[in-house]
């Protein structure tokens, strides 16, 4: 099946925002299990984190493998969701 430009267009934003929302999926699990459950030098705590991230990261480098995200895009997506999960790791420790 050959997709026209229309489509390949849709299904490549459609991946995107897949990939987008697993990353907010990450984020709320990792700010829930701060407020709730764990410190983050709790090793359950890095273990959730480094399992969440790196399906996130196979899940970005298959897109990219397929064409359907942009490298750069895919590593953007992971260092914004980085810093967003450094800068609550700060505020979880000032309080």
Request: charge should be negative; hydrophobic fraction near 45%; aromatic fraction near 4%.
């Amino acid at each position: 099946m050959i997709l026209s430009p229309e489509m390949a267009t849709g299904h490549r934003e459609k991946a995107f925002e897949l990939l987008q929302a697993d990353a907010a999926k990450i984020l709320k699990l990792i700010e829930v299990q701060m407020e709730n459950l764990t410190m983050p030098q709790c090793p359950l705590y890095e273990e959730v984190l480094d399992t969440q991230m790196f399906g996130l990261s196979r899940e970005i480098d298959f897109a990219v493998r397929l064409n359907l995200v942009d490298e750069a895009d895919g590593k953007g997506l992971l260092e914004s969701l980085e810093r967003q999960l450094s800068a609550l790791h700060e505020a979880s420790m000032r309080k």
